[in-house]
């Protein structure tokens, strides 16, 4: 499969895109990639399918959020995590559908924060649950046997700088978190949300 990873450099995006990189081949996207496209602004979605054509699969790694205690968390907060994370990947969907071939695949990134608090995260957990939301409803409405899901991982190991935040929390290794992905790209499912934890 030819499969267009966005987000491709970081924590999660370097699990999936190995993991899938053992059988397939992998385009990795970024702000700062070779392939450059920037979720935050649509407008830079259309560029990036032109020059990278056809695929069978685009996995989303992506999405800043801000965190700080519910009292500190200002309406344009929840707005800039919403546009980030959850409107960038829905945009990803809606201007992707054309250049994913028959029978291909959407996976986009969520995370533990939509089925379980941690102090700070109420922004995250908002946009978490939204997109596990959108993932479920636009499963029913995807053309040509296009399916989508969601991972939802636990903190990764390899995330060292978010442990103190996760107290008690199970953290995740990059290899078992990649195999989610392997699972939504060359599994039948849609619809839905693969937790790991
Ligand atoms: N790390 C964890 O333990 C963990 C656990 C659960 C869920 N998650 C979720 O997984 C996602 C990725 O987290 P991460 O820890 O892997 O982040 P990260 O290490 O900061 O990596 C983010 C990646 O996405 C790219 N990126 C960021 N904003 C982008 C944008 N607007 N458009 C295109 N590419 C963009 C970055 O590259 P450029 O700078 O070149 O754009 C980078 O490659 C987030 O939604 C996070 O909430 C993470």
């Known amino acids: 499969m030819r499969i267009l990873v966005?987000?491709?450099?970081?924590?999660?995006?370097?699990?999936?895109?190995?993991?899938?990189g053992m059988r397939h081949e992998v385009i990795e996207a970024s702000r700062s990639g070779a392939v450059a496209v920037d979720l935050a602004d649509p407008e830079t979605i259309p560029p990036m399918f032109e020059s990278v054509g056809a695929v069978d699969a685009i996995v989303s790694c992506t999405g800043t959020v801000p965190f700080k205690?519910?009292?500190?968390?200002?309406?344009?907060?929840f707005r800039s995590g919403f546009e980030d994370k959850?409107?960038?990947?829905?945009?990803?969907?809606?201007?992707g559908v054309d250049y994913v071939r028959d029978g291909g695949?959407?996976?986009?990134?969520?995370?533990?924060?939509?089925?379980?608090?941690?102090?700070?995260?109420a922004a995250a957990s908002l946009t978490n649950g939204a997109l596990e939301s959108f993932v479920m409803a636009a499963a029913a409405e995807l053309?040509?046997?296009?399916?989508?899901?969601?991972?939802?991982?636990t903190v990764l190991e390899d995330?060292?700088?978010?442990?103190?935040?996760?107290?008690?929390?199970?953290?995740?290794?990059?290899e078992?978190?990649?195999?989610?992905?392997?699972?939504?790209?060359?599994?039948v499912q849609t619809g839905q949300t693969y937790a790991v934890d």
């Open 143 to 153: 053309p040509r046997g296009l399916r989508i899901n969601a991972v939802s991982p």
């Open 105 to 121: 695949s959407f996976t986009l990134t969520s995370g533990i924060l939509a089925r379980e608090p941690i102090l700070t995260g």
């Open 69 to 77: 205690p519910l009292a500190e968390l200002s309406l344009g907060d």
């Open 6 to 20: 966005i987000g491709a450099g970081g924590l999660v995006g370097k699990a999936a895109a190995a993991a899938l």
């Open 86 to 95: 959850v409107l960038g990947q829905v945009a990803l969907v809606q201007l």
């Open 159 to 174: 995330a060292t700088g978010y442990h103190d935040y996760f107290p008690g929390f199970s953290r995740v290794s990059s």
């Open 176 to 187: 078992s978190l990649g195999q989610a992905y392997v699972k939504s790209v060359e599994g």
